[in-house]
DNA sequence: GATGAATGAGTATTCATTCAT
DNA sequence: GATGAATGAATACTCATTCAT
């Protein structure tokens, strides 16, 4: 099968995936949505579940996060790396929020055990540590106060993926609207809102007066 | 049937359902669980999708918030109000974190659209829109600084959930734990260190110096 | 569901696999056959696997062989229990001859080994060294030559299953008939004949003269 | 495609045909197995009926059984062909015992009608029609009693196919031996002891005192 | 001639739900 | 009111086979 054709499937099972849950969708859906056979689906991929893997797999490798790079930059003072954190996240997690979603609801529920601990060994936490680690070294270099690295990678971790949580949710909480239709996530001015408030907030936080 | 049971087969499938999904939970494992009949479940509830409807309207019925009250509240001033926001927020959800994670699934799902608009719109948004308001009424009062409420409330929510998303990562993150039989939400110290980064980072953010 | 139903189901079960074998037989052709719904046979076994195991078990308590009792009988002399082993084989072997083959098809495959292990232990073992018992007392009361026991009861016993193989072979062999509703196994001339041939093959096989 | 190949999986079809059964055994499996294309085997066989039909005919014309010679060598006594016949047999069945399963087992079943009846006109009948001619002349020579010819030959093929019938029943009826990994069929003092038995029964039974 | 890719029809099994009692 | 039995529709998956290259 053409790559072309194996991403297009996977492109498309992360919309359903995100939008009805894992056991939620079929690959019949799937295979009527991405328009291929549905054996093909079982043929190319081995089953549901390593269709499931493959799609964390493909984005795990096609949107490497640049965090590390960003830890170990010398030409940055921790607070531009707070902010560069923030910027990154914003953009990336709304760009890509249905296989955030995906990766969510997999964290969230308790099936699949293997699968839920390689994401969180190999994504999430990756990730968060890094963001603890530009903290550490904040706080070490005397930019920062003394507070919780880890606590405060949750809080900016968690501000954004409560409002990519839900869409309705998020619509009436930042902009009043109850329109099915409006898509807060690609609306600039909520992105700058939310960079602002985080960047507002951990500055407070962080750094010394 | 008696009160106890529907509320018994309601506990249960709380459980299952936050640990499973909805569609990964079969109402035969329910029936098995709470150790009643198969049949009766749906004799009483009707259906799978409205036992779902009735573990909502249960727990909003029987865990109402006190938010409301707090907001009216005239002899607390708005920084103890936020303050007794967090204390309430930790111990309920730390406490009911499966019924919680439940609610965050059917957020993040695009399924059952008319039960998710009812969440956000009798649930989740009162609460949210509440902490809002004893923030608008702490700038106001000029007590506190010209922050953005709603994206505050986020904050403040947001941190809260992301511990509660994953026990995995939560003990990772807060404990340095890969110790599947370790459960952090039921650990004091993790909950004091919650309450103490929240109230540290609100009362900066919030506070007028 | 009635007992009836489900013997009604195993009977069915019996001629299928015995015709088509195992896994030439599909659940959807049993229901069909026996004509209950397809669910159900899965709902009542579990599984097509433990169909099959429960028709072993069925067949197993309803033609207990009296071989046990046989061996033990003191008012029968060893030459008088062979023939009366030869006369209960080939009446209840015609009879029960899909089960028969459906045993038969298990032993030649190598599948579902622990099945096979439990037919050999518990069903076809016991009977043939019940056999053996038999031949050893004639031995050691003088009355049989010093044969092998162990190959005399396979070759009691493999001369009746060579018969119950095909019935196309044995209506061949037996009438010189191609008539394919030609049942060679309702024919009580080629019965006789067998038991006859039998028990003389063995007379002068076992007993002194 | 080089006859080398053609063998090649036409040898691995037998033992997982024999194994695991015709329907048992997917085509991909054989595929594999044989270390070839899956397409191929279609591409060349025609079809997996086609690939057993081909089974069929290799080994027919591979191993040509020399009864019919032997009936009609005259410098051979009768009593003499069947020692002869006994030791040919033991050895040719022996060591093809996996292609000698899968004709008992398309024999057992009713599916592939014309099949069956071509591996019984043309390959099990005339062998022991061939045996039975040999008994019969043995009579009319007066060598041998008048005894049943066709079942006196079926007691012969029986005896053997009894004990290749099943692993694992062979190796406890004549060795006492639970041992999966124990091969009674390359056992030399099994083998020795079925010839003896064989010999001494269908000689008592045979040739007159 | 040989084969990777594709597919329609099939498999066993599980599901939520209904119904007769 | 309560429940064992039953069922139609769906599930994931596998199959032998075909076909374009």
Same mark, same amino acid.
């Given at each position: 099968?053409?790559?072309?054709?194996?991403?297009?499937?996977?492109?498309?099972?992360?919309?359903?995936?995100?939008?009805?849950?894992?056991?939620? =969708? *079929?690959?019949?859906? &799937?295979?009527?949505?991405?328009?291929?056979?549905?054996?093909? !689906?079982?043929?190319? /991929? %081995?089953?549901?579940?390593?269709?499931?893997?493959?799609?964390?797999?493909?984005?795990?490798?096609?949107?490497?996060?640049?965090?590390?790079?960003?830890?170990?930059? =010398? *030409?940055?003072?921790? &607070?531009?790396?707070?902010?560069?954190?923030?910027?990154?996240? !914003?953009?990336?997690? /709304? %760009?890509?929020?249905?296989?955030?979603?995906?990766?969510?609801?997999?964290?969230?529920?308790?099936?699949?055990?293997?699968?839920?601990?390689?994401?969180?060994?190999?994504?999430?936490?990756?990730?968060?540590?890094?963001?603890?680690?530009?903290?550490?070294?904040? !706080?070490?270099?005397?930019?920062?106060?003394?507070?919780?690295?880890?606590?405060?990678?949750?809080?900016?971790?968690?501000?954004?993926?409560?409002?990519?949580?839900?869409?309705?949710?998020?619509?009436?909480?930042?902009?009043?609207?109850?329109?099915?239709?409006?898509?807060?996530?690609?609306?600039?001015?909520?992105?700058?809102?939310?960079?602002?408030?985080?960047?507002?907030?951990?500055?407070?936080?962080?750094?010394?007066?």
């Amino acid at each position: 099968m053409s790559a072309d054709k194996k991403e297009h499937i996977i492109l498309t099972a992360i919309d359903l995936f995100a939008t009805k849950g894992f056991e939620g =969708t *079929s690959i019949r859906e &799937i295979a009527a949505a991405a328009n291929v056979n549905l054996a093909m !689906i079982n043929y190319y /991929f %081995g089953s549901k579940e390593k269709l499931f893997e493959s799609i964390i797999e493909y984005k795990a490798s096609h949107s490497r996060v640049a965090l590390e790079e960003l830890v170990q930059d =010398t *030409s940055l003072s921790p &607070i531009q790396k707070i902010d560069a954190t923030i910027d990154g996240y !914003i953009d990336r997690l /709304f %760009g890509h929020r249905n296989f955030h979603r995906l990766i969510q609801q997999e964290l969230i529920t308790h099936t699949r055990t293997t699968l839920q601990t390689h994401i969180v060994n190999n994504i999430i936490y990756p990730n968060s540590r890094a963001i603890s680690h530009i903290i550490e070294e904040g !706080i070490q270099k005397g930019d920062f106060k003394e507070v919780d690295p880890r606590l405060t990678t949750i809080t900016l971790v968690g501000t954004i993926n409560q409002i990519l949580l839900s869409t309705r949710y998020c619509s009436k909480m930042l902009s009043n609207s109850d329109d099915p239709d409006y898509n807060p996530y690609e609306d600039e001015s909520v992105k700058n809102r939310v960079r602002n408030h985080l960047k507002l907030l951990l500055h407070e936080h962080l750094l010394k007066k």
